[in-house]
T-cell receptor, first 113, second 114 residues
């Protein structure tokens, strides 16, 4: 089992650009959540997808959007990038929406210059 | 005030020591409590989770939850250099509008030296 895989691992973008990050959940997991982790901080919840719909959302602006596909994989899109969007973006998958046993990917390190 | 507070450390201990990591929280509705370990440049790895109050043991790790004090702890016995990592506490609700959202502490950096 490959676990949760994210791509790309690193990314450098310019302010104002748009970015798409991708996540393949652990086999059998149908719930995907996205988190933003700034340097030296704990992960912050962005949103959760289940049955191809956004079910929960954290305190992030509409510039952050996502999608879940029928095979449960997911994308995170960020528009109009700001310098403050530089962070490690983590995808987590789980068997249920409670997320008591969430498995995280290795993350995508996004740098906005 | 953050919902979950965690002393960032850093914490440095000798090999074999007992390590105590702690978090406090303000939302009394939290029901699930997790501990994650995160190595440098990796994603968090779940160590264990506990529902409501009480203790849970898994090998060298013991998690304790005291809901009356809004305080949780993770103890690591016989610490090893391989335990050197950032330890994150996380909490979630069992229902309501934030169902399934994990709220993390800042993380405590632990170094176990030989």
């Amino acid at each position: 089992d490959a676990g949760v895989t994210q791509s790309p691992t690193h990314l450098i973008k310019t302010r104002g650009q748009q970015v798409t990050l991708r996540c393949s959940p652990k086999s059998g997991h149908d719930t995907v959540s996205w988190y933003q982790q700034a340097l030296g901080q704990g992960p912050q919840f962005i949103f959760q997808y289940y049955e191809e719909e956004e079910r929960q959302r954290g305190n992030f602006p509409d510039r952050f959007s996502g999608h879940q596909f029928p095979n449960y994989s997911s994308e995170l899109n960020v528009n109009a990038l700001l310098l403050g969007d530089s962070a490690l973006y983590l995808c987590a998958s789980s068997l249920d929406r409670l997320n008591t046993e969430a498995f995280f990917g290795q993350g995508t390190r996004l740098t906005v210059v | 005030q953050k919902e979950v507070e965690q002393d960032p450390g850093p914490l440095s201990v000798p090999e074999g020591a007992i390590v105590s990591l702690n978090c406090t929280y303000s939302n009394s509705a939290f029901q699930y409590f997790m501990w994650y370990r995160q190595y440098s440049r990796k994603g968090p790895e779940l160590l264990m989770y506990t529902y409501s109050s009480g203790n849970k043991e898994d090998g060298r790790f013991t998690a304790q939850v005291d809901k009356s004090s809004k305080y949780i702890s993770l103890f690591i016995r016989d610490s090893q250099p391989s335990d050197s990592a950032t330890y994150l506490c996380a909490m979630s609700l069992a229902g309501g509008t934030s169902y399934g959202k994990l709220t993390f502490g800042q993380g405590t950096i632990l170094t176990v030296h030989p």
